[in-house]
């Protein structure tokens, strides 16, 4: 049956309705120091070994505009002209990642925004040191998260996961 039901009640399956949980998206960015690092293949690495599916992927040097409209919630804190300086600086790495809990879980994979105050095993907690230079950014809830992916990609930019009619190729 295609409709995700069976005699015996729902199907799982990861294209199910019926999972919908399963399909949070939130919003990930290595930032210029981390690219300039060559970080993004294990940063990657990290959200798939966790389970989460990589829906966009591109790597972009952000203009000025696209950042203060971006981290607008800090125009006023005085840190807002180096911050849109630094992540102007050099090429970012803009992802959106799906799965369930993905918004509060990348957050617990990044760490604290300070490194400092990180934990060893994650990703601040092992590759940086300094606030400023953090590596990394991910939303902080659902809905900055689909603030951020609208504000970074176009609708046909995100891949949607269909079943396929052919077997994998390896």
Same mark, same amino acid.
């Given at each position: 049956?295609?409709?995700?039901l !069976?005699?015996?009640?729902p =199907?799982?399956?990861p294209?199910?309705?019926?999972? %919908?949980?399963?399909k949070? &998206?939130?919003?990930?960015?290595?930032?210029?120091?981390?690219?300039?690092?060559?970080?993004?293949?294990?940063i990657?690495?990290?959200?798939?070994?966790?389970?989460?599916?990589?829906v966009?992927?591109k790597?972009v040097?952000?203009?000025?505009?696209?950042l203060?409209?971006?981290y607008?919630d800090?125009?006023?804190?005085?840190?807002?002209?180096?911050?849109?300086e630094?992540m !102007?600086?050099?090429?970012v =790495?803009a992802?959106?990642?799906e799965?369930?809990g %993905?918004?509060k879980?990348? &957050?617990?994979m990044l760490?604290?925004?300070?490194p400092?105050?990180s934990k060893?095993g994650?990703i601040?907690?092992?590759?940086c040191?300094?606030v400023?230079?953090?590596?990394?950014h991910?939303?902080d809830?659902?809905e900055?998260?689909?603030?951020?992916i609208?504000?970074?990609?176009k609708?046909d930019?995100l891949?949607?996961?269909?079943p396929?009619?052919h077997a994998w190729l390896?």
């Amino acid at each position: 049956m295609g409709s995700g039901l !069976s005699a015996a009640g729902p =199907v799982s399956s990861p294209f199910s309705p019926i999972m %919908a949980d399963q399909k949070e &998206r939130t919003f990930i960015a290595i930032k210029p120091d981390g690219v300039q690092r060559g970080l993004i293949g294990e940063i990657i690495k990290r959200f798939e070994q966790k389970g989460f599916k990589l829906v966009a992927m591109k790597m972009v040097h952000p203009c000025q505009d696209l950042l203060q409209q971006h981290y607008a919630d800090l125009k006023e804190k005085p840190f807002f002209p180096s911050l849109i300086e630094y992540m !102007s600086s050099g090429p970012v =790495v803009a992802m959106v990642w799906e799965g369930k809990g %993905a918004v509060k879980t990348g &957050r617990v994979m990044l760490g604290e925004t300070d490194p400092a105050n990180s934990k060893p095993g994650t990703i601040r907690g092992d590759f940086c040191i300094v606030v400023d230079r953090n590596i990394i950014h991910g939303s902080d809830s659902v809905e900055s998260a689909k603030k951020e992916i609208s504000l970074w990609f176009k609708d046909d930019e995100l891949v949607l996961y269909t079943p396929c009619a052919h077997a994998w190729l390896y």
